[in-house]
């Protein structure tokens, strides 16, 4: 495997399920981000962690819950979404030297649909 | 606060047509970097370049090329000679600083720009 790479790429879950996305980088990056992607909406950044640390959270609801276990897997776990929770949520990764800002390379995405 | 605006929503062109994507910014930083990412209907968002603000000079890579004018605050960029598979959403982005509290590690997204390249 190289790259970032996401599982599953599409999850159909109802508003009472309790799933994970998952996001694995090959890239030997020390940061890692969850973005969402809505239709007809910007990428909006939901968390950044360095070094497994948490280091940004977006005002995402409680219901989106982040976890990095080592600088190589993030994951998000969901419960009780919404139907406006529906997107693709993508996942990134940067090197994370300190004095420059380094280039985010992304994973394909997982296309969520809440029912 | 930063703030990228890609005005164009979509553009469609022929094959073998050039097209311009505008891209203008706005940040109060001095030290800034800006990148263009390809998005095509797989949904990987795919890293074209990165520039930063202290590096003014266009580049070219293949059929892609980037006018960066910091006067204008805009960082264009051109496909020329289209091909089918350049059709996709591409998206301008800004990052601020590096270790600075509010814009560290943070992309600023524009909106996107559709291109539909036609045979």
């Known amino acids: 495997e190289t790259g970032v790479t996401q599982t599953p790429r599409h999850l159909v879950m109802g508003m009472t399920n309790k799933k994970s996305l998952k996001c694995e980088q090959h890239l030997g990056h020390n940061a890692m981000y969850w973005y969402k992607q809505s239709a007809k909406k910007p990428l909006e950044l939901m968390f950044v962690?360095?070094?497994?640390?948490?280091?940004e959270n977006n005002s995402v609801p409680s219901r989106f819950s982040p976890e990095c276990p080592n600088s190589s897997h993030l994951f998000l776990h969901l419960h009780t979404l919404q139907p406006e929770d529906s997107a693709l949520y993508l996942c990134?990764?940067?090197?994370?030297?300190?004095?420059?800002?380094?280039?985010?390379?992304f994973g394909p995405g997982t296309r969520l649909t809440v029912l | 606060a930063q703030k990228v605006t890609q005005a164009q929503t979509e553009i469609s062109v022929v094959e073998k047509e050039d097209v311009t994507l505008d891209c203008v910014y706005e940040?109060?930083?001095?030290?800034?970097?800006l990148f263009w990412y390809k998005q095509p209907p797989s949904g990987e968002l795919v890293f074209l370049i990165r520039r930063n603000s202290f590096d003014e000079q266009n580049e070219i890579s293949g059929r892609y090329s980037w006018n960066f004018q910091k006067s204008t605050s805009s960082f264009n960029f051109t496909i020329t000679a289209s091909q089918v598979v350049d059709s996709a959403v591409y998206f301008c982005?800004?990052?601020?600083?590096?270790?600075?509290?509010?814009?560290?590690?943070?992309?600023?997204f524009g909106a996107g720009t559709q291109v539909v390249v036609t045979p």
């Open positions: 990134a990764s940067s090197q994370d030297r300190g004095n420059i800002a380094d280039t985010q390379y």
């Open positions: 982005a800004l990052s601020g600083p590096p270790r600075t509290t509010d814009s560290w590690g943070k992309l600023q």
């Open positions: 940040t109060r930083d001095t030290t800034y970097y």
């Open positions: 962690y360095n070094f497994k640390e948490q280091t």
